[in-house]
């Protein structure tokens, strides 16, 4: 069983920073990719970033020059860097982790909440 646990939430003023970092424990099999997604109040959970295995990158729109996803696979774990943080961003952020297999199962961290506010 794989098991991610996250840090790094807190609070930030507009125009802050913070970065998000996920760790996996466990046996992982076949190849993966891990992400973060976010869930504000009264919305569905969305997709942040995600990172393959052979180090492709995806980022939601609202987050493009601004988040940065890396991962380091000897720890098995990825990154977040948020940067220019606005009060939008405000939510539980998850640690994702899917194995890429076709029917591959996937894996949620038990969030981190991040608030922008002055």
């Known amino acids: 069983q794989v098991q991610l646990v996250e840090s790094g939430g807190g609070l930030v003023q507009p125009g802050g920073s913070l970065r998000l970092s996920c760790a996996a424990s466990?046996?992982?099999?076949?190849?993966?990719?891990m992400g973060w997604y976010r869930q504000a109040p009264g919305k569905q959970r969305e997709l942040v970033a995600t990172?393959?295995?052979?180090?492709?990158?995806n980022y939601a729109d609202s987050v493009k020059g601004r988040f940065t996803i890396s991962r380091d696979d000897a720890r098995k774990s990825v990154l977040l860097q948020m940067n220019s943080l606005k009060p939008d961003d405000t939510a539980v952020y998850y640690c994702?982790?899917?194995?890429?297999?076709?029917?591959?199962?996937?894996?949620w961290g038990q969030g981190t909440q991040v608030t922008v506010s002055s």
């Open positions: 994702n982790l899917k194995i890429q297999s076709l029917g591959g199962p996937q894996y």
């Open positions: 466990g046996s992982i099999l076949g190849f993966y990719t």
């Open positions: 990172i393959s295995s052979s180090g492709r990158t």
